[in-house]
């Protein structure tokens, strides 16, 4: 049996995309989210006793790489080195080898290079690892080398391909070394590990093949639980198992209120928030439902924006509301055109009335055609649409 993590996309020092932090606390917790996570990650493989550790791409963060997470990576893998656990690193679009880690890593790492390499392995029972993969050279690197991965020719040599890159059916837009599920297939390996993909999915269960996912959320886009696969299995099979380790999780969440009070509003969020506080650190996009036929007033809602951002200033695991959504379930819109009585439509002054300072006005009159060669009804509905999207917008 041979057991190891699968992991990818930690992008250490990757800038996060929240709006507002009032709080000293909470920028360190956020600035360090990735870095904890990672953490967590070297802890599961040391209680695992796993054989060796797979990062699949994107350690760093391009232009944000800094020496703090040179410096943070060789420490953990140390700690792997104490303990004889091996790691096996590719690099991808955001950390290319172009861009050269300055800190020397451990004898417990291998860094593969830009052509497409084998390594082995021998674990603690006695079991061939062979590893294939390779790094991006370049941050633009759309070259598919899949191509150039050895085939196994030896059922009892365990296979274990490393890529960074895009399946061909993903909806992903930045596609980097595109491959199709055949082309992996081909290799005959037991597990592909692969990374690029912020989402965990899996592509294939005969063999293998999975995207992690990234290990510490950034954005409302990257919502959820992240972490790490551990993986356990031989030469017939392997299973997988997903372990959250995000410091941090981004999520959304729904609460419905039936009156506009300011203290309810504030309480109402209070409780959702204690609610699913014992989840962890974590930042909200909030809506609030309301129903009935009273809204909330600009200032009641950041007057309860204020007060619930103060509150987290001192939780050890806040749930901050960096969005805050009012929705009004009960806006109906009737046409205001059907409340004016079809003969009122049609009078002449009425009409010319309402439109007489548009029409007098220099600036706008020659935009203009004849009032004459308008459909009036379609003029209220236009009207009506305006005051729905402003109302709306106030949300």
């Known amino acids: 049996m041979v057991k190891f993590i699968h992991c990818a996309d930690l992008h250490l020092d990757s800038p996060f995309a929240s709006k507002q932090f009032s709080s000293p606390n909470i920028v360190k917790d956020m600035e360090n989210s990735a870095y904890e996570s990672f953490k967590k990650i070297i802890d599961l493989a040391l209680r695992e006793e796993v054989d060796f550790v797979l990062i699949c791409g994107d350690v760093f963060d391009n232009r944000n790489r800094t020496l703090k997470s040179e410096i943070f990576l060789k420490e953990q893998m140390e700690r792997l080195q104490k303990e004889q656990i091996f790691a096996y690193i590719i690099h991808g679009n955001h950390d290319p080898l172009s861009e050269r880690i300055t800190t020397e890593l451990p004898e417990n790492v291998t860094v593969f290079s830009n052509k497409v390499e084998t390594y082995q392995a021998i674990t603690k029972n006695g079991e061939t690892i062979h590893f294939h993969g390779f790094s991006y050279q370049n941050s633009e690197s759309y070259e598919n080398k899949v191509d150039e991965f050895p085939t196994n020719e030896d059922r009892d040599v365990i296979h274990i391909g490393l890529l960074h890159g895009t399946y061909s059916k993903s909806s992903e837009s930045h596609r980097y070394t595109e491959f199709r599920l055949e082309d992996l297939n081909s290799k005959l390996y037991h597990y ?204």
């Open 192 to 395: 592909w590990a692969l990374g690029h993909i912020h989402k965990r999915e899996q592509l294939s269960d005969l063999p293998e093949i999975h995207y992690p996912g990234n290990i510490q959320g950034r954005h409302f886009k990257e919502q959820g639980e992240k972490g790490c696969l551990l993986v356990e299995g031989d030469h017939i099979k392997f299973k997988t198992q997903f372990v959250p380790t995000h410091f941090v999780r981004f999520d959304s969440a729904v609460i419905e209120v039936e009156n506009t009070n300011r203290q309810y509003l504030y309480e109402k969020i209070q409780t959702f928030k204690n609610s699913v506080r014992h989840l962890g650190r974590a930042i909200y996009r909030l809506q609030v439902n309301v129903s009935g036929d009273n809204r909330f007033d600009s200032q009641t809602i950041n007057q309860v924006k204020e007060m619930i951002a103060d509150y987290e200033e001192n939780e050890h695991h806040f749930v901050f509301i960096d969005e805050l959504i009012i929705h009004y379930t009960e806006l109906v819109r009737t046409s205001i055109s059907k409340e004016f009585p079809q003969e009122l439509l049609l009078q002449d002054d009425i009409y010319e009335n309402a439109l007489q300072d548009l029409y007098m006005n220099p600036k706008a009159s020659k935009y203009l055609d004849h009032f004459q060669k308008y459909d009036r009804e379609a003029l209220i509905n236009r009207a009506e649409n305006i005051i729905y999207t402003e109302l709306k917008g106030d949300e």
